[in-house]
């Protein structure tokens, strides 16, 4: 076998990866930012330095395999998630568009051989990682949900939050689905108007939404009572 598809493969990969960490590396940019992120942190840190009193634990520092960083166990992640979503990993590469189809044919023969052992490998990771942190120990990881389940804790989301964004939300009816998003979008505007921030409403649970709107109307209460006196 030429090694020639294999550099593409891993070329495609690196470029993908270069692209995801230069927008700004997450899940959601409530404002600019490149390289490596967690929106959980920053939107944590910045509720402290404002004075918001967090009834809860946004954000979470995770044992991962091998003790490594979550920066540094991010690109083995990508790429299996490369593999694993493959053609949709493709979609929006102009470097895959424009590649011959016999070039194109080879890469599609090498990754569906390599299917099962990527599978294998990212139930694998789950498991170490749940072995690591008794708190994700209870959340239901399937194959059509681990890549939620595997970045979540990469980018420290609270396992009350990863569960809901992986098992919760995606099993809502139509009808629970469109009252959900009236509650998310109302959660959003009173959150932005309260903190002067937006957040990642569609992964924290309702349970934390509401705790956080709670303590974001405590502060705002206590700034306006202090200017008032």
Known sequence: MSKEPLSIINKLIN????YRRNRGACDYMWYPVSGFYSSSKMLSDYLVGIGVELPIKLHYDYKLPKNMAPQDYERPIHELTFYHVF??????????????GIEKAAIERIILRKAPAVKRKLKAEAGKIKKLNLELADIDVKIDNILGFLYGVIYGFAPEDIDWFINGRPNLSESQRKAEEDKSYDFQKDFTRLVGIETVT???SPKHREALLTAAQARWESRRGYRYR
Not at 15 to 18: L, N, V, Y
Not at 87 to 100: G, I, R, V
């Open 87 to 100: 053609p949709e990993s493709t979609k929006n590469m102009p470097e895959y568009k424009d590649l011959y």
């Open 202 to 204: 569609y992964v924290i």
């Open 15 to 18: 470029d993908s990866f270069d």
